[in-house]
T-cell receptor, first 115, second 114 residues
Framework: GAVVSQHPSWVICKSGTSVKIECRSL??????MFWYRQFPKQSLMLMATSNEGSKATYEQGVEKDKFLINHASLTLSTLTVTSAHPEDSSFYIC???????????FGDGTRLSIL | AQTVTQSQPEMSVQEAETVTLSCTYD???????LFWYKQPPSRQMILVIR??????QNATENRFSVNFQKAAKSFSLKISDSQLGDAAMYFC???????????FGTGTRLTIIP
């Protein structure tokens, strides 16, 4: 149980394009989903917290207009990197939890490479 | 603000031996949870073990166990009978009680020597 699917796993695109990453909870309803960014050989950095049906809460320093988050249902959250540039290249991971104080379950991550 | 410290950037252990990864944290809360996550080369984050602070008994999951010292704010992970598949980055994590945002340590890279 507690499976989180993240898609795509790897995307390469040209600078200036927008990229959408999906995060789905497959066997539970995720009231809260989290989006992280991880640079090589570093820990995970929380970007934003999203609750179903409400606006995402962004961490300090994260551009909300650059990283659009939508949590339209209890099983799906999306992260759209708008007008992506090479400095946006990174590993993005989502997580989801069903109930308060339950562990977060992570997707497999998306490797984003902007040329 | 909560902080999580992992003082061992790298550890290695012989296969079948036991290894302990250390983690300390800082919090003013009395009730909380602590987690250890594993990130193998595939980069998926896998929950290894969870400890509730109000429980005095240390959590155990098969070959994985913790040594939770609440007063010392220490939360170490012991891996017994180490296997090649245990090779990974291990992150200690603390969820903020209010909004449950996870604060991760910097990680410990564990190498298993055959």
């Amino acid at each position: 149980g507690a499976v989180v699917s993240q898609h795509p796993s790897w995307v390469i695109c040209k600078s200036g394009t927008s990229v959408k990453i999906e995060c789905r909870s497959l066997d539970f309803q995720a009231t809260t989903m989290f989006w992280y960014r991880q640079f090589p050989k570093q820990s995970l950095m929380l970007m934003a917290t999203s609750n179903e049906g409400s606006k995402a809460t962004y961490e300090q320093g994260v551009e909300k207009d650059k990283f659009l988050i939508n949590h339209a249902s209890l099983t799906l959250s999306t992260l759209t990197v708008t007008s992506a540039h090479p400095e946006d290249s990174s590993f993005y991971i989502c997580s989801a939890r069903e109930l308060q104080f339950q562990p977060q379950h992570f997707g497999d991550g998306t490797r984003l490479s902007i040329l | 603000a909560q902080t999580v410290t992992q003082s061992q950037p790298e550890m290695s252990v012989q296969e079948a031996e036991t290894v302990t990864l250390s983690c300390t944290y800082d919090t003013s809360e009395s009730d909380y949870y602590l987690f250890w996550y594993k990130q193998p080369p595939s980069r998926q984050m896998i929950l290894v073990i969870r400890q509730e602070a109000y429980k005095q008994q240390n959590a155990t999951e098969n070959r994985f166990s913790v040594n939770f010292q609440k007063a010392a704010k220490s939360f170490s992970l012991k891996i017994s009978d180490s296997q090649l598949g245990d090779a990974a980055m291990y992150f200690c994590a603390y969820p903020n009680f209010g909004n449950e945002k996870l604060t991760f340590g910097t990680g410990t890279r564990l190498t298993i020597i055959p």
